[in-house]
């Protein structure tokens, strides 16, 4: 079951977020540009609708694969 992804809650404390990241750094630049909902949209059909556990969302993972490119980031562990 494909669910989209809610909106974020953040703590008062997020404000600091515009006061550390700085408005040229790359990852907020494409936060700005970028709608990543084509992705829900592209696996809409791939989910059934009204059977299963809910999925993680692909916006999620997406991100997640992008920043892993963007900082060549590994997830298996060095020995």
């Not at 992705?39 to 791939?46: C, G, Q």
């Not at 809910?54 to 892993?68: D, T």
């Amino acid at each position: 079951m494909l669910l989209q992804q809610q909106k974020i809650q953040f703590s008062e404390f997020s404000r600091l977020y515009d006061l550390i990241v700085p408005k040229e750094n790359l990852l907020r630049k494409i936060n700005e540009l970028i709608d990543f909902s084509f992705i829900y949209n592209e696996l809409l059909d791939k989910y059934c609708q009204d059977n299963g556990r809910a999925a993680e969302s692909p916006v999620r993972m997406f991100k997640y694969l992008l920043l892993k490119t963007i900082f060549t980031v590994s997830d298996v562990p060095k020995a």
